[in-house]
Each structure stands twice: as structure tokens, then as C-alpha cells.
């Protein structure tokens, strides 16, 4: 099931501690961004079909990356993209956009992305993988 827009960005908003909207949106944009270039095939698809349709688009046509990054650099990287973001702010960004996500698919897809993940983002998306 696909979450509303609104809801979607409503808990970024409130995960995040933002004052506005476009603060959660700005974090949502560059997190599903990233995010994008680390998943592929079905379960990228999958997980855009659970999304917003304008956050789909942004995961279905991500920023370009090499390789997969590890969630530290990840963190790093988002902060390059987020205008004023530290790397600090850029943890929290990510930790609320990934929360948001997680919620949006369900424990089973998101199984299935953290497979496709380098180790340790589990607790990004604020679940800690089975042992």
C-alpha cells in the first residue's frame, strides 16, 4: 500500500524535529536520492510502489554512485547534498528519512533491501538485523 504524500513527509517532519515541510522534504529528496543508487531490480521497484509517486521517481532515478557506500560514508554524502548540513544533522536527516521508509515497507521488503545494503544499515533505517 502506497503512504500519502502528506503522511510520508509528516513523519520525516516529526522523526527529523524540522520546523517546515520543505526541511523534511529537502532531507526526503536527497536520503530516497542516495538510497536509489544503492538497490536494484525488484526490490527497488517494490519499495517505489510503496512510496509517494514523486519520491518513487526520485528512488527509480537516483544519484549516480560507484559502489556501494557504507552507511558512515552515506551520511557523508548526504550531507554534501543537504545545503547547511553537517555530518552530524546529516545523521539525523538520513536516520528520519530511513525510519520513514522502513515503516513504508513493511518488515519483509525491507529484509530484502538491507540485503542489497552494505552491513550496518539497519540501524539507519532504526531496526538492528537479527542475529
Known sequence: MTVRREAFLARVKERGEY????????AARVV????????????????AARLPEGYALI??????????????????????W??????????????????????AAGDDLLKEILIQLPTGYDLLFGHTRPT
Open 59 to 80: 528512488l527509480l532515478n537516483p544519484l549516480q554512485s560507484a559502489e556501494p557506500l557504507p552507511p558512515a560514508r552515506f551520511v557523508r554524502a548526504a550531507a554534501a
Open 82 to 103: 543537504i545545503e547547511g548540513a553537517t555530518e552530524q544533522t546529516a545523521a539525523w536527516d538520513v536516520s528520519a528519512v530511513l525510519s520513514t521508509v522502513a515503516d
Open 19 to 26: 520546523d517546515t515541510l520543505q526541511e523534511a522534504e529537502r
Open 32 to 47: 530516497l536520492a542516495l538510497l536509489g543508487a544503492h538497490l536494484v531490480g525488484e526490490v527497488r521497484a517494490q519499495l
